[in-house]
């Protein structure tokens, strides 16, 4: 039983280039979301998704996109990456809305 | 607003010296309170829920606690295996759905 799986785990993008992450979970949950963690700051909401072709914005979702296709899949996209973004990005995924959220190992983002 | 704060910052033990982690909320109406552990390089890993004022749970060496304003997290003999950073969460009524409001949380070393 994987859990949360996230691909890719490390990535160097230059300023305005785009990319997409992408998480998968195999514990048949209907929540799913995406967090940034940077140092100081603790987790903070980017995305969300409450079932299969939904979304949501979060607390910090200027810049990003995300799709849920799949009630397994959810990907966020970043169209034109900027310093800004760096940070480590986290999946987390919960059976329902007052479930706890199991995490992904991350992905570690940088832009230069 | 919502606001999560954890104290301290930082610990450190000697391998037996037991302590307690804090974590005191200000939030409009609390749906949980959760606990996580999280080690280098890895996504938070799901200690403890608490859903009201005097649930207590225990897991091993830790006990967490929850009163109306705060929550600690009670670790008994620690061993250098439980050094990790703990993050404390709150989700709240009202917020977006299923999200977690995280403190930046404690970084715990414990020394043989």
């Known amino acids: 039983n994987a859990g949360v799986t996230q691909t890719p785990k490390f990535r160097v993008l230059k300023t305005g280039q785009s990319m997409t992450l992408l998480c998968a979970q195999d514990?048949?949950?209907?929540?799913m979301y995406w967090y940034r963690q940077d140092p100081g700051m603790g987790l903070r909401l980017i995305h969300y998704?409450?079932?299969?072709?939904?979304?949501a914005k979060g607390e910090v979702p200027d810049g990003y996109n995300v799709s849920r296709l799949k009630k397994q899949n959810f990907l966020l996209g970043l169209e034109s990456a900027a310093p800004s973004q760096t940070s480590v990005y986290f999946c987390?995924?919960?059976?329902?809305?007052?479930?706890?959220?199991?995490f992904g190992n991350g992905t570690r983002l940088t832009v230069t | 607003e919502d606001q999560v704060t954890q104290s301290p910052e930082a610990l450190r033990l000697q391998e037996g010296e037991s302590s307690s982690l804090n974590c005191s909320y200000t939030?409009?109406?609390?749906?949980?309170l959760f606990w996580y552990r999280q080690d280098p390089g890895k996504g938070p890993e799901f200690l403890f829920t608490?859903?009201?004022a005097g649930e207590e749970k225990e897991k091993e060496r830790l006990k967490a606690t929850l009163t109306k304003k705060e929550s600690f997290l009670h670790i008994t003999a620690p061993k250098p295996e439980d050094s990790a950073t703990y993050l404390c969460?709150?989700?709240?009524?009202?917020?977006?759905?299923?999200?977690?409001?995280f403190g930046k949380g404690t970084k715990l070393s414990v020394k043989p």
């Open positions: 998704s409450v079932g299969e072709g939904t979304t």
């Open positions: 608490l859903y009201s």
């Open positions: 514990m048949n949950h209907e929540y």
């Open positions: 987390a995924s919960s059976y329902q809305g007052n479930s706890p959220l199991h």
């Open positions: 969460a709150v989700r709240v009524y009202g917020g977006s759905q299923g999200n977690l409001i």
């Open positions: 939030v409009s109406g609390l749906r949980g």
